[in-house]
């Protein structure tokens, strides 16, 4: 994998809510106001929210903690914003889907729909490896992004800080999702893909669109393949590719290995093997996971 440099330890620190930015009917990025010294952080990394400060949540907590005999953990959230710009978080709420949840969620809708300006909490940060390395213009004259749904926000942020970083450095920017109206940053994605045209190219693919009337020309139909990712990829040999989304969770992986059963690739393990058939060598691709 893509070696990074040295990251300074995580620490605790207190933010307000700043904005409350609705971004899709299921997803909203947070900015914050950090109440102190805003700890350094690279595009690409992750802070993390612990549950047990929201009174709200108490109940739910006890039960599933009850139900699982351990304590609920933190939960991570990819940075949205670059280090140039004010923090924020972009968080999309996590469903119950009855026979493929193992459990119902509980922070994400509660930062979705119940945050409010002026609110105060504690996060920990930063950390992740889903960073760029020091040397990225040395290695590449491209960045290959692969990413499905809320997995666009990490990506988001190495986005703009390498516009702003590494002036050398062109994308390649392919963003699958199910319908357009589910497409996160949207109208800022593609205005900086316009007001870059030299350094980015965006392609957008939709698995459940009905209508592509009125849709840009790089909108596509269908799932992220590996003859789509042949048709708009640069040389693998000068290029880093960096994989952001949902992946096999590993509650999944070990309930297929007592059945004696294979796992079924999500988004991750398939565009992983799509990278690999297309000459992609492990030490030029990056991932990031949610599932």
Request: some cysteine.
């Amino acid at each position: 994998m893509i070696q990074a440099g040295p990251h300074p330890r995580p620490r605790l620190f207190e933010v307000t809510i700043r904005d409350v930015i609705p971004e899709t009917a299921d997803t909203v990025t947070l900015g914050f106001d950090a109440l102190g010294e805003l700890p350094p952080y690279r595009a690409g990394q992750f802070l993390s929210i612990n549950p047990h400060q929201f009174k709200g949540l108490a109940a739910h907590l006890s039960f599933l903690e009850q139900l699982k005999g351990r304590r609920e953990p933190v939960r991570a959230y990819s940075v949205a914003s670059a280090p140039h710009e004010p923090l924020a978080i972009t968080i999309k709420e996590d469903l119950f889907v009855p026979n493929e949840s193992r459990h119902a969620p509980v922070l994400s809708p509660y930062l979705v729909f119940s945050s409010s300006v002026g609110m105060r909490l504690q996060v920990m940060g930063f950390s992740g490896r889903y960073v760029l390395p020091p040397e990225i213009e040395e290695r590449a004259d491209h960045l290959l992004h692969v990413v499905a749904g809320s997995g666009v926000v990490p990506n988001w942020s190495i986005l703009k800080d390498s516009l702003r970083a590494h002036p050398a450095l062109r994308h390649v920017f392919v963003y699958a999702n199910k319908t357009w109206e589910d497409v996160i940053y949207r109208d800022a994605l593609n205005a900086l893909a316009a007001a870059h045209p030299d350094r980015i190219r965006l392609v957008h693919t939709l698995t459940r669109q009905a209508d592509f009337t009125g849709l840009p020309a790089e909108v596509r139909r269908g799932r992220i393949d590996s003859g789509m990712l042949a048709d708009v990829m640069p040389d693998p040999d000068r290029t880093l590719a960096y994989v952001c989304g949902p992946a096999i969770p590993p509650w999944a992986r070990r309930a297929a290995l007592e059945a004696g059963l294979p796992t079924q690739p999500r988004f991750l393990e398939s565009t992983l093997g799509f990278l690999k058939e297309l000459g992609f060598s492990p030490d030029r691709v990056k991932r990031e996971s949610w599932g």
